[in-house]
């Protein structure tokens, strides 16, 4: 994306506090205010959309797409609701909405509270003690509309990665997670909260989702943890200095990171190869723990 220098003058105090933030986010100033802005701008254009729908100028799917939200996230996050409808849940209004077959819950589907809010998002899928754990940065809208994980095009290469290596097997298109689930593995993201993309997220999600994922991986206790994105890894490591394949343990299990979706296919082989001796060294095959 083309950038631009943008020249500001702000008071000392202010700049003070920016700074004070920026150490404590583990930043470097630029880079801190850059994200608040780019955050800034999100809200504003994600206030703008749903004050439209709330005032019936547009839809909820044009909402949505200007917005850059699920049209759940729509329906949920819209302060413009008829005044009896405010108790209903979500899934009563998506059935208003968009039609009582798309109200049932779906796969995994599972509505989940996030920063004060209800989001339609993806259920925790724990291993059996000793499986192995994916752990991803959140949901895709394509994947929570699905209802299983990693549905996106992305995803569909992760699920490729884990064939190669012996951790998928018979898995029905569409549906790859009941498959990983049934030999004893399990699948989480860092953040609940779906997106289209994951550059939609902010630091608040992060924050709030952290210690959050922490505690799930310390309660399942697995023998392996995968991290298919280096940020999700990042994030929970608390460094961004990480490199592929095997990385420091979390409490004291084992981690490792998958090469990035697009790496050059040598890469990718020398980081398959990897993995596998990883799991031969930890006992960890396709039929789990």
Known sequence: MASEQVNLRLGSEIVEELQRLADAAS??????IRRLLEEAVSRERVGRALEAYARGEWSAGRAAEESGL?????????TGAPADDDAASLPDRLAATLGEEHAAVVGHQQTT???GKEVLSLA???PRRGGVVIVGINPTSASVRAGHYFQGSLGQRLWKHLKRVDLLREAVPGAEDDAFVAEGNGLTDVVKRPTNQAGDLTLADFEHGRPRALERLE???PGLVVFPFKRAAAVLHGRSDLQTGEGPPLHGTP??????PYAPRPDV?????ALRRVLARLEIAASGA
């Not at 930043?27 to 801190?32: F, K, M, S, V």
């Open 27 to 32: 930043l470097d100033r630029a880079t801190y």
């Open 255 to 260: 981690t490792f990171l998958l090469a990035r």
């Open 113 to 115: 509270p996030w920063l």
């Open 269 to 273: 082989e020398a980081n398959e190869i």
């Open 124 to 126: 925790d899928l724990p």
């Open 219 to 221: 309660t399942w206790q």
């Open 70 to 78: 699920s049209i759940w996230d729509v329906l949920d996050r819209s």
